[in-house]
């Protein structure tokens, strides 16, 4: 494995040879060729060199609901990142986890505003199913209250603005991505389906999300992340 002293300097030369002094950029493009081919690297390989996991535990077993495979897009169109789902064995069945992907500091707030949407959202689903009627049937409950977590996540969209990922930082998420996991199948959510009935659900859902709010300053970081307000 190359020495992260060595990696600094290939990424110092790559960033030098973005020069506007032609004769300053050729040198330093030419050095960090000399280096990269001297580990064996490509400038892919450095820019993946940027890219952390950091694994969130979530509120699902081998397969997540629907409603949690949304609230993970949200994440990532907020923060820039990508999450693979990873189910592990447990003593009372299975454990799933979501390991976020992404440059250093935006991967720490996309995994920490997981793990505060994922507790409020959670929390107002139970409340939720608490307050439906007992005469309702069990599987009628799990449905409306998954129609409602469905919705919150939609309300809490409303406050989401898009980050725009360059290619580059696309590829370098997809490189470490594929260089870390040798193998990865597809994932299908758990999906009960919604219907007509479930429309008061919806509507009380998409309320309670939409009392998400952007709050700054997690960590060191000055990268908005969502909170209740």
């Known amino acids: 494995m190359i020495p992260d002293r060595n990696l600094r300097k290939i990424k110092r030369c790559l960033a ?3 020069s506007a002094n032609a004769h300053e950029a050729g040198i330093a493009l030419r050095q960090a060729q000399r280096l990269m081919a001297k580990y064996g690297l ?3 390989d450095v820019a993946a060199s940027t890219i952390e996991r950091i694994v969130v535990p979530a509120a699902a077993g081998r397969t997540p609901p629907r409603w949690l495979g949304q609230l993970v897009v949200l994440v990532n169109a907020s923060f820039g990142t990508l999450a693979v789902y990873e189910p592990h064995p447990a003593l009372s069945g299975w454990q799933g986890y979501y390991a976020f992907l992404g440059e250093s500091g935006q991967v720490r707030i996309a995994a920490y505003a997981f793990e505060v949407l994922q507790r409020q959202l959670v929390s107002d689903r139970k409340a939720f ?9 069990r599987v009628t409950k799990t449905r409306r ?10 309300g809490a969209a409303e406050h989401i603005r898009p980050v725009e990922m360059g290619k580059e930082a696309i590829a370098a998420i997809d490189h ?3 260089r870390f996991y040798t193998t990865l199948e597809s994932l299908s959510t758990i999906d009960r389906g919604q219907r007509r009935d479930d429309r008061r659900a919806m509507m009380r859902g998409f ?3 939409r009392n998400a709010r952007f709050h700054d300053g997690v960590e060191a970081d000055r990268r908005e992340g969502l909170t209740h307000g």
């Not at 209250?145 to 939609?154: G, Y």
Request: charged fraction near 25%; hydrophobic fraction near 50%; glycine fraction near 6%.
């Open 145 to 154: 209250a998954d129609a409602f977590a469905c919705a919150w996540v939609s």
């Open 42 to 44: 490509s400038e892919i």
């Open 176 to 178: 470490f991505k594929t």
């Open 207 to 209: 309320e309670a999300g």
């Open 129 to 137: 199913l608490a307050g439906m009627s007992k005469r309702a049937k």
């Open 16 to 18: 030098l040879s973005q």
